[in-house]
């Protein structure tokens, strides 16, 4: 892979990084300064579930930044990009289009193919 598309790829993996934190930082700011007592038991049913969810979220980002750190780790240790289950590059499209990939297309086809036969 060339050193512009890592530079790229780093950049974008940086900007998503970054876009998760704020929003995190943005839910833990919205949970503080929540009014604590709120008297209407179906408002407080409304905010309880709007903060469930938004902790979720929360969840699954927390996932995606883990990815994000392995993905940025690989670029620096010269992995970036390379199939885990075949050791052939994974396309840059499929970079682009997910620049977490662990697996080429075919690959990850195959697992997904074992999972599914499994019941996963």
């Known amino acids: 892979m060339e ?3 890592l530079a790229q790829f780093k950049d974008q993996l940086e900007a998503i990084k970054n876009g998760i934190s704020s929003d995190v ?3 833990l700011t919205e949970i503080a300064h ?3 007592n709120i008297p209407d038991a179906n408002d ?3 905010v309880e579930s709007d903060r469930s969810f938004e902790l979720r979220i929360r969840g699954r980002e927390r996932k995606l930044m883990e990815k994000v750190d392995e993905a940025l780790n690989r670029i620096d240790e010269g992995l970036y990009g390379i ?5 052939e590059d994974i396309s840059v499209h499929r970079l682009k289009a997910r620049p977490v990939a662990t697996y080429c ?3 990850k086809t195959k697992l997904e193919h074992q999972e599914k036969a499994q019941g996963r």
């Open 3 to 5: 050193e512009k598309d």
């Open 25 to 27: 930082e943005q839910t």
């Open 34 to 36: 929540q009014e604590g």
């Open 44 to 46: 407080r049913a409304s």
């Open 83 to 87: 199939c885990e289950g075949c050791g």
């Open 105 to 107: 297309i075919d690959c």
